[in-house]
């Protein structure tokens, strides 16, 4: 069994995520172990971009928080390099195309699964593009993981076929952030996907940031993804962060815990 296929085998799935090197790599590192500690199945690790179009603006500010402090790939690679000589929970990047091409594709998914990470998330990648990356992913064993969306209605099943890893549900329209209500029928595309692929684990993500939210779309899908609400407590808290990170996953968790016991 994969390490991510393993992060969804024992009840709910929450997948925190961190903007790499927001407001260093040290609290970073810090804060991905106080977060495997804490009870994350999985970590999403955001290599910042100059443009993530994906995101709003409190992932928007972390990405030029962390490009303006000088922050390089590799540096990131090393700090995952340290990481894994302790932290045995499955990680996965996020980032943008550019930022592999500009690595060079063969050179940024070899290292990334020479490091022990485990997959790759490209959300400004459409399906429709995506064989510029998968075949070199397959190659190095490195999971491409595809994303739906609520517009995706007649694709879902077709994307759903050839995912792998887990799929990112994406549960509203527009950017990354926080929302007070999520009125998508994300249990429907849930629910596409896992006819047309019953063996892959589904996660929701974009606009979760409350246990009673997570436990929602848990409810109705293998896990929860939350970025903003955590990236807003490192840019709160800077490198005083930990602690916060730390709690915070530790109540999310606890919220899926509830559901996947009831």
């Keep these: 069994m994969s390490r991510i296929a393993e992060a969804f085998a024992h009840g709910k799935a929450f997948i925190p995520f961190l903007t790499c090197a927001d407001p260093d790599l040290e609290t ?6 106080a977060m495997a500690q804490a009870g994350a199945d999985l970590i999403e690790l955001g ?16 990405n030029e928080r962390a490009l303006a402090g000088g922050v390089t790939t590799d540096q990131i690679f090393d700090m995952v390099r340290r990481l894994r000589r302790d932290v045995t929970v499955p990680m996965v990047f996020m ?16 290292t990334a699964a020479d490091i022990g990470m485990d997959g790759l998330i ?15 992913c397959r190659r190095y064993s490195l999971d491409l993981i595809s994303l739906i969306a609520p517009t995706s209605e007649d694709r879902i099943a077709m994307i759903a076929r050839e995912a792998e890893g887990f799929l ?19 249990g429907r595309m849930v629910h596409l996907a896992k006819a047309a692929n019953p063996e892959i ?9 409350t246990p009673e939210q997570a436990a929602a779309m848990a409810a109705v899908s293998d896990g929860a993804i939350v970025g903003s ?5 490192a840019g709160q808290y800077g490198r005083q962060a930990v602690p916060h990170i730390a709690a915070y996953v530790s109540s999310m968790k606890q919220g899926l815990v509830k559901t996947t016991a009831g």
Excluded: H, M, W
Excluded at 122 to 136: N, R
Excluded at 170 to 182: F, P
């Design 28 to 33: 970073t590192e810090a804060a991905v172990r």
């Design 47 to 62: 290599i910042p971009f100059s443009d993530p179009t994906a995101e709003g603006p409190v992932i928007q500010a972390a």
């Design 95 to 110: 980032t943008y195309a550019n930022v592999v091409f500009s690595y060079g594709t063969e050179r940024f998914i070899s």
């Design 122 to 136: 490209l959300p400004d990648v459409p399906y429709e593009e995506k064989e510029e990356f998968a075949p070199t």
């Design 168 to 186: 990112y549900c994406v549960s509203s329209l527009g950017v990354t952030g926080v929302r007070t209500e999520i009125t998508t029928d994300v």
């Design 201 to 209: 684990p589904c996660a929701i993500g974009f606009g979760i940031s």
């Design 229 to 233: 609400a955590i990236v807003k407590l």
